[in-house]
């Protein structure tokens, strides 16, 4: 599976941006996605998952009711809606792809960074207050 993240910006805060990640490859229904950010000097955290029926979703606690993970199976593309921004959510935001075929019921290892097995290059996003 190779991963394409794209629609970055700068941005206001209390404003909003849609990020995507088009992905290649069979497996990409299958696979849990993820989005995951860095921001400089910290390390990567989980910000959503989607299982791969798009059934299920999780959010980190920072982003809860603010940020949708969404994903079009017929297109390969895992979205990410961002809404009431803040600067805090400055960074760079990856998406990945968990193991084909693995559920995310049972455990929540879509949270660990070192569970997803495809990474994209990340799209960097700007908050300004």
């Known amino acids: 599976v190779q991963l394409q993240a794209s629609g970055g910006g700068l941005v206001q805060a209390g404003g909003s941006l849609r990020i995507s990640c088009a992905a290649s490859?069979?497996?990409?229904?299958?696979?849990?996605m993820g989005w995951f950010r860095q921001a400089p000097g910290k390390e990567r955290e989980f910000v959503a998952a989607?299982?791969?029926?798009?059934?299920?979703?999780y959010y980190a606690d920072s982003v809860k009711g603010r940020f949708t993970i969404s994903r079009d199976n017929a297109l390969n593309t895992v979205y990410l809606q961002m809404n009431s921004l803040k600067p805090e959510d400055t960074a760079v935001y990856y998406c990945?792809?968990?193991?084909?075929?693995?559920?995310?019921?049972?455990?929540?290892?879509?949270?660990?960074?070192?569970?997803?097995?495809?990474w994209g290059k990340g799209t960097l996003v700007t908050v300004s207050s």
């Open positions: 989607i299982s791969w029926s798009g059934r299920n979703t």
């Open positions: 990945a792809a968990g193991p084909p075929g693995r559920p995310t019921s049972g455990s929540s290892w879509y949270l660990d960074p070192r569970n997803m097995d495809y």
């Open positions: 490859g069979r497996t990409f229904s299958r696979s849990t």
